[in-house]
């Protein structure tokens, strides 16, 4: 990266100093593996690319369900991710990446946060429809734009998410591209399912307001009680919690 | 407890068959020693006391600061709870609570979600006015609602968070009581600062569909990449970051 078919871009991006963030699939080759992830890559504003992220949250399935109106088989076709959630210094601050499903758990923003991150770049391209829970469909616009405020609020960070809109081989794409302020407040959304150009100033320094009271991590968080977030992936009894974490037993 | 002051309020409730959660300031006995908690107990319609907790994120600060114009001595007067985020089985579901400033940590709605909780009791006190950031003030509304319907829906949970409404000791409290449904969807809300009864029939098995679909965690969660969360209260660098964390090292 860049190869041929993304150059044009790099050199048009670096003529006009503009950085991006970039996904694309990868093919790695890990130790003579070859391996698949969902990456994305954030470029300077002279073309230097500083920071890669191999999207760790797959949702959907890993065997073709034909039931499904479509299907959703990134847990077949990629693997998690194995260079976590990092930051980077860049663009006068401190910059992280997710992408897509990633913004809907609050670990995603949570472990950035941990590293001072100032703004979290996303890209995603969601269905309206969720085939196996239709009655989510309605709520689709509500469930975006909480888990990416709520990211922002809760980490005192600019969220900039970006969207696909539109009709993309019979699939409908929620679009609802926005930029998401450390207050938590969308300060520019797009409002079409079409080609927008969303623009905000992000004044870095709004983060401090929060990172200084409400969110003063190293004041109020209290790691001794969060053992189960890392203790287990999925739910357990509370039995089998508090052998995770013996403040839990009984 | 029940001490001569509540034991009206449990008689009451047993009477007509009906379960609270009650908050109150409790001194404890711990080998020996004089804690001070933040406290709820959860009572079963029986007038049982099935569960309780003390509340684990202190805001505030400890030493009084003549500057404010109210103090927020949680820190003083408390020590963060040793009971963790337990959950209960009780009114026919599984049941936890948290406290106030609680509410705003993503942290405290998934160690609760890690344990299959189906709805989550807490009261709040919430100050409209932040000293150390009076530029939130504006905002109270919109953070209070942000944080409890993320929570909700990110662990596939019923929130009833219960509010102070009005003015109290000078200090206006910002009200908002309101009863959240696992799909993030505030299903009743007080709309006064005055008293108010706030009800909603909570169907516990509406959990189920989130549960199962997008935020079935044994399938979607990935603790290999939340080594920081548990690893570090406060923000570290990304090179200590990486300490903690190997794969985040570059």
Redesign the interface.
Known sequence: MPGPETAPLFEEARRLGIGFCLGYAELAEDGGARRRYNTAILVERDGRIVAKYRK????GHAEHEPWRAFQHLEKRYFE??????????AFGGRIGMCIC?DR????TY??M????VEMVLLGYNTPIH?P??P??DA?SW??NT??M??GA??NATWVVGVAKGGVEEGVHQMAGTQIIAP???TVALAVTEGDELVTADCDLDLCR??????????????????????????????DQ?ALI?P??G?
């Open positions: 760790i949250h797959l949702p998690s991710g194995n260079l976590g959630f990092r930051v980077s210094d499903n809907r758990w609050p670990e949570r472990v946060g941990l590293q001072g969720n196996p829970a009655e989510h709520l509500h469930h909480l888990v405020q709520a609020y809760q207050s938590g407040e307001s929060y990172k200084e009271s409400v969110f003063a991590f190293h004041r109020h968080r209290q790691p001794h009680a969060y053992a189960l977030i890392t203790g287990t992936a999925g739910v357990v009894s509370p919690a974490d403040s839990l009984r």
